[in-house]
């Protein structure tokens, strides 16, 4: 029966997850991160039955009918609607573990998630139950900026300070990491989502002009910056006049809207000096020597990186690929006994 136990499990697929407010993305060990999408689903509102998940739900946004609703389950990184995650998880498990319909008795998966550091009991809870209903034979937890100071590769074994700064969707973690622990870590719920309402918000008092989020997130994506930048851009931007209510388009350059995200970049910098000032000396030489690294898709606004360099006066590092850092990490974990064994003895598996 061993045997056969451990031939099954050698089949199952091992899942890590970086469950994300803005992006899901799903690896399985030894084939690679297989699903990026949004994490976005569509469901009938009377029935609940899931119609889309993903980048097809994502194109619904502000088109659909109204017994069609487009909810994002995750709201600075927690569950903020259980059902929906549940459904978004088991529409992904079951899309990578195509295994199970053809054997059926193969083990269930085992699955990494990726979660913030400012989570509470109750919130872990209700992802490990998500999950576990969603199809996994265990539910493993890991705090993201651990995951993602893995992911980027940071000596996160030695007896060295290492400093990451992962700006997602929903929160920023900041962390200061040695001998395989966070010795000093912050969660704010500020990240992308709020420098896409920074937008819409300076649309309508500058131009009182109506933005839709997907609209304000891809003109973040095209000139948004959060230094001066060697060569300036404009671009036009359609909304609803707020005085007529007849569609309208007006023309931003990439300084306004520098302007417009330059309160919540603000906030992020505040923070990272913040934890840098109850990091213990020695760890901050470590850090001032290898330097702070950024991960998640905030780190790619331009000039983030060049404005937190000068704030800090130490030297700042984009991860690369920086996206999947987390993911890429929580990959590791599984690949990693002695990693994943000290996830469950801290409480983190289920």
């Known amino acids: 029966?061993?045997?056969?136990?451990?031939?099954?499990?050698?089949?199952?697929?091992?899942?890590?997850?970086?469950?994300?407010?803005?992006?899901t993305l799903v690896l399985v060990k030894g084939k690679g991160i297989l699903i990026r999408e949004p994490t976005i689903?569509?469901?009938?509102?009377?029935?609940?039955?899931?119609?889309?998940?993903?980048?097809?739900a994502k194109r619904m946004i502000g088109k659909t009918p109204s017994m069609i609703s487009v909810i994002r389950p995750l709201r600075d990184g927690v569950i903020s609607d259980f059902d929906a995650?549940?459904?978004?998880?088991?529409?992904?498990?079951?899309?990578?573990?195509?295994?199970?319909?053809?054997?059926?008795?193969?083990?269930?998966?085992?699955?990494?998630?990726?979660?913030?550091?400012?989570?509470?009991?109750?919130?872990r809870r209700a992802?490990?139950?998500?999950?576990?209903?969603?199809?996994?034979?265990?539910?493993?937890?890991?705090e993201e900026p651990m995951a993602a100071a893995i992911g980027a590769g940071l000596p996160t074994e030695e007896a060295k300070g290492s400093m990451i700064v992962d700006i997602g969707g929903g929160t920023t973690e900041i962390a200061v990491i040695s001998l395989g622990g966070i010795v000093i870590n912050r969660s704010v719920r500020v990240a992308g989502d709020e420098m896409d309402q920074d937008i819409?918000?300076?649309?309508?008092?500058?131009?009182?002009?109506?933005?839709?989020?997907?609209?304000?997130?891809?003109i973040k994506i095209s000139i948004g910056s959060a230094y001066p930048v060697d060569k300036e851009s404009k671009i036009a931007i359609r909304g609803r006049d707020l005085a007529s209510g007849?569609?309208?388009?007006?023309?931003?350059?990439?300084?306004?809207?520098?302007?417009?995200?330059?309160?919540?970049?603000?906030?992020v910098i505040e923070a990272i000096k913040d934890t840098l000032e109850e990091t213990p000396p020695e760890l901050v030489s470590d850090i001032m020597e290898n330097g702070i690294t950024l991960a998640g898709g905030g780190s790619l606004l331009p000039g983030v990186a060049e404005l937190t360099a000068k704030e800090t006066k130490m030297p700042v590092i984009v991860a690369e690929d920086a996206l999947t850092c987390v993911v890429r990490g929580a990959g590791k974990v599984l690949e990693n006994a002695s990693l994943l064994r000290r996830i469950k003895i801290c409480g983190g598996a289920r």
């Open 246 to 267: 007849l569609p309208s388009s007006v023309v931003v350059t990439s300084g306004e809207i520098r302007e417009a995200l330059s309160n919540t970049v603000r906030v």
């Open 1 to 23: 029966m061993f045997f056969i136990n451990s031939f099954l499990s050698s089949l199952s697929h091992d899942v890590g997850i970086d469950l994300g407010t803005a992006n």
């Open 200 to 218: 819409i918000n300076y649309a309508r008092s500058r131009y009182n002009l109506l933005l839709g989020e997907r609209t304000a997130e891809e």
């Open 85 to 123: 995650t549940e459904s978004l998880l088991k529409y992904f498990v079951s899309k990578i573990h195509e295994s199970r319909s053809i054997i059926p008795k193969i083990p269930r998966p085992r699955v990494v998630v990726g979660i913030p550091s400012g989570v509470t009991e109750v919130e």
């Open 41 to 56: 689903i569509a469901q009938h509102k009377k029935t609940r039955q899931v119609l889309a998940v993903g980048a097809e």
């Open 127 to 142: 992802v490990q139950d998500a999950t576990i209903r969603a199809g996994a034979r265990e539910a493993y937890l890991v």
